[in-house]
């Protein structure tokens, strides 16, 4: 069977198109109109393609590039291109699956975790405490958590909003993960008030952090 080029796919994309769609997802900030689902099943049929996925990328189009992301292969992106493309990736949907299904993935996770942490770019900087996160939770050995904790209440009040979130995300990781200092994270999420009135819809949990690590504590037995 052939490969598809890129031009084959941008065709189908095109018939996918939903303009309802693409004003509901321009409100949060995400310029395309295609059904995730349906574009999932397109990723299902072409499978692991990563000389295509680099092409959708260079396309510079929101929907092709969530669809690049979901056929590469992570571990073929050298630390320059992750780095690139995170800075590239102005669409929220796109920054969240480029951290998430590929940089999580791949051998450069730390060293860019470590670099984006520290950039001056907000929209960056939320990709290391994204990956920050991950490790809380996954592999703690090394972090330190105290130092973490004192950045998130120095800075995450007044820190941009996808920045804050990332920020309120590792202060809730931390609370719910590790118990000696839960007591902390609770105390810098209450004195903070960060997200405490963030609309949450019934049977969801709150991202306000002190209620999150409450809740999912609770989940776990108290422990």
Same mark, same amino acid.
């Not at 189908?12 to 693409?22: G, N």
């Not at 109109?33 to 499978?47: W, Y």
């Not at 609309?199 to 809740?215: D, H, V």
């Given at each position: 069977?052939?490969?598809?080029?890129?031009?084959?796919?941008?065709?189908?994309?095109?018939?996918?198109?939903?303009?309802?769609?693409?004003?509901?997802?321009?409100?949060?900030?995400?310029?395309?109109?295609?059904?995730?689902?349906?574009?999932?099943?397109?990723?299902?049929?072409?499978?692991?393609?990563?000389?295509?996925? @680099?092409?959708? %990328? #260079?396309? /510079?189009? !929101?929907? *092709?590039?969530?669809?690049?992301?979901?056929?590469?292969?992570?571990?073929?992106?050298?630390?320059?291109?992750?780095?690139?493309?995170?800075?590239?990736?102005?669409?929220?949907?796109?920054?969240?699956?480029?951290?998430?299904?590929?940089?999580?993935?791949?051998?450069?996770?730390?060293?860019?975790?470590?670099?984006?942490?520290?950039?001056?770019?907000?929209?960056?900087?939320?990709?290391?405490?994204?990956?920050?996160?991950?490790?809380?939770?996954?592999?703690?050995?090394?972090?330190?958590?105290?130092?973490?904790?004192?950045?998130?209440?120095?800075?995450?009040?007044?820190?941009?909003? @996808?920045?804050? %979130? #990332?920020? /309120?995300? !590792?202060? *809730?990781?931390?609370?719910?993960?590790?118990?000696?200092?839960?007591?902390?994270?609770?105390?810098?999420?209450?004195?903070?008030?960060?997200?405490?009135?963030?609309?949450?819809?019934?049977?969801?949990?709150?991202?306000?952090?002190?209620?999150?690590?409450?809740?999912?504590?609770?989940?776990?037995?108290?422990?």
């Amino acid at each position: 069977m052939p490969e598809t080029n890129a031009a084959e796919v941008m065709a189908e994309l095109a018939t996918l198109e939903d303009p309802k769609m693409r004003e509901a997802n321009e409100k949060r900030g995400d310029d395309h109109g295609v059904n995730l689902s349906k574009l999932r099943s397109v990723a299902k049929r072409l499978r692991t393609q990563q000389d295509l996925a @680099r092409e959708l %990328w #260079a396309t /510079n189009d !929101t929907a *092709a590039r969530l669809l690049a992301l979901l056929i590469c292969r992570p571990k073929a992106f050298g630390r320059g291109d992750l780095d690139a493309m995170l800075r590239e990736a102005r669409a929220p949907k796109v920054h969240d699956w480029l951290v998430n299904y590929v940089v999580k993935k791949s051998p450069h996770a730390e060293e860019l975790r470590v670099a984006w942490s520290a950039d001056a770019d907000p929209v960056v900087a939320s990709a290391g405490w994204a990956l920050t996160t991950e490790r809380v939770a996954k592999q703690p050995e090394g972090l330190d958590l105290d130092g973490l904790l004192d950045t998130i209440e120095a800075e995450m009040k007044d820190a941009p909003d @996808r920045l804050q %979130w #990332a920020m /309120n995300h !590792t202060l *809730a990781q931390i609370g719910i993960e590790h118990p000696g200092h839960r007591a902390r994270a609770l105390e810098i999420g209450e004195r903070l008030g960060v997200l405490k009135d963030y609309p949450t819809p019934p049977n969801c949990t709150s991202p306000y952090a002190p209620a999150w690590i409450n809740e999912m504590v609770s989940r776990r037995g108290g422990a």
